[in-house]
């Protein structure tokens, strides 16, 4: 399975971006057993979580996104999107998609920039 992120872009702050992710590969029966996550890494910083759901639709975030990223996914689709609002220059990152625990191959991610 090879995940494939899409979606960033430049956006002004207070701005929207949709951000997608697909498993490419995975298997229907596979991947809705699957915890997902969106997680972000910003120039000279270490790759911190932003948003994971579960297999169950349970959703958490950083503290630092709560109330403006929404992390949703399509089963059927094999899709993991990031609605992500009220943009931030601090939120300027490559992000990326995970699938904690599973040998997937990862992304190149895609980047977000908000400038300041």
């Known amino acids: 399975v090879q995940l494939v992120e899409s979606g960033g872009g430049l956006v002004q702050a207070g701005g929207s971006l949709r951000l997608s992710c697909r498993a490419s590969?995975?298997?229907?029966?596979?991947?809705?057993?699957?915890?997902m996550g969106w997680y972000r890494q910003a120039p000279g910083k270490q790759r911190e979580l932003v948003a994971t759901i579960t297999s169950d639709r349970e959703t958490n975030y950083a503290d630092s996104v709560k109330g403006r990223f929404a992390i949703s996914r399509d089963n059927s689709k094999r899709m993991v999107y990031l609605q992500m609002n009220s943009l931030k220059p601090e939120d300027t990152a490559v992000y990326f998609c995970d699938a904690p625990g599973q040998q997937w191959g990862q992304g190149q991610g895609t980047q977000v920039t908000v400038p300041g």
């Open positions: 590969g995975a298997i229907l029966s596979v991947f809705n057993a699957v915890d």
